[in-house]
């Protein structure tokens, strides 16, 4: 296996994580990235990942940032970003991910746009599947939440598209960090009687996760809705305003209830696609949850209430404690560094 970089070009975040020869994390970065306000912080992502990560001969590229706003169409996307990356890493091997055709040359990306597109899911999948054998695989991000069936050491999707993953509930639009409030629920339980939430982006489920006190600080890079701080009391005052109050309206404990309801009818949100998936023949209570990205702790939470075992992608890894479970939430970014090194190219065939 080579020393290599895998990076998951990300529409809010660029992750990039590098292994040594023996597949071993050596470090991992994570920046923010909004795409959707230019290119330029792209760039500026990639120079501080390569300054924190060091030079290397060998990238594999992954990306779902050919989503972002700035560009008309996914094709666009994916050609802007592939080009991007490619000027950043003169000189280099750089392989782009192509989901289910493996790994192809930058050259290539116009010919599999389908294939590349929002396919850094497919990567963490088929190492899972490698590791584990058998269970589902729950990667719970910032923004969504892929949920993918592993079966006979293979990963056994129904959707490979947005489109098809949205259709078969494999793909869930919800994450522990920029996901609106009101996303979450239409209405909650408040001074004793079911009230609506506005309908307005007044609050983050940052702002509820960090009232539960789960949300890593670490992992906590967006922007607010609002663009104040973070703090407990900024995060209850933004929380107050989805039920038309203000902070002082109620006591802080109030707010900390109403974050804990709404985290739980998140988690009870991606319990009905993960139920959907099982419901495919595959029952097994022996079947464990496979945790990877930021969201960790929820699918830890899920698995208890599912009465299921649970398994960290961290613990699947090879490295210190700490850059395991850094990795774990850039799972995608370690999986195609992992599968680009060569050492199980037979799970993402290269085309090269």
Known sequence: ??????????????????????????????WPCPLWRGLS?????????????????????????????????????VARLVETISRKLPGVELKIFAGRHGFVAPGAAEENVSEIASANWLASAQYAAHRCGNGILVDMGSTT?????????SAQPLGFSDAERL???????????????????HRVPFDGQWQRLT??????MADVHRLT???????????????????????????????????????????VELAFFLADA??????????????RGMEDESLPLIGAGAGRFMVRELARQMRRDYVDFADLLEGTNDLKA???????????????????????????
């Open 1 to 30: 296996m080579t020393d290599g970089i895998g990076w998951d070009l990300g529409g809010a975040h660029l992750k990039a994580v590098r292994l040594n020869e023996a597949g071993h994390v050596l470090s991992v970065v994570q």
């Open 41 to 77: 912080y792209l760039e500026q992502a990639i120079d501080e990942s390569l300054a924190s990560l060091g030079h290397s001969r060998h990238h594999a590229v992954t990306m779902t940032g050919e989503l972002a706003d700035i560009f008309p169409k996914r094709s666009e996307g």
């Open 145 to 153: 939440t892929d949920i993918v069936l592993l079966h006979d050491g």
């Open 167 to 185: 259709t078969a509930e494999e793909l869930v639009y919800t994450g522990v960090i920029r996901t609106p409030v009101m996303a979450v629920a």
């Open 199 to 204: 309908a307005e982006h007044f609050a983050t």
């Open 213 to 255: 006190g789960n949300l890593d600080t670490a992992h906590d890079m967006a922007e607010t809705a609002d663009g104040a701080g973070k703090s407990l009391q900024e995060s209850s005052r933004r929380l107050a305003r989805m039920v038309g109050r203000d902070l002082d309206d109620a006591a802080m404990d109030r707010w």
């Open 266 to 279: 998140q988690l009870q949100d991606v319990r009905v696609a993960v139920e959907r998936v099982l419901s």
């Open 326 to 352: 850094w990795a774990a939430v850039c799972a995608p970014a370690f999986a195609i560094a992992w599968l680009a090194g060569g050492k199980q190219a037979g799970l993402a065939r290269e085309r090269l």
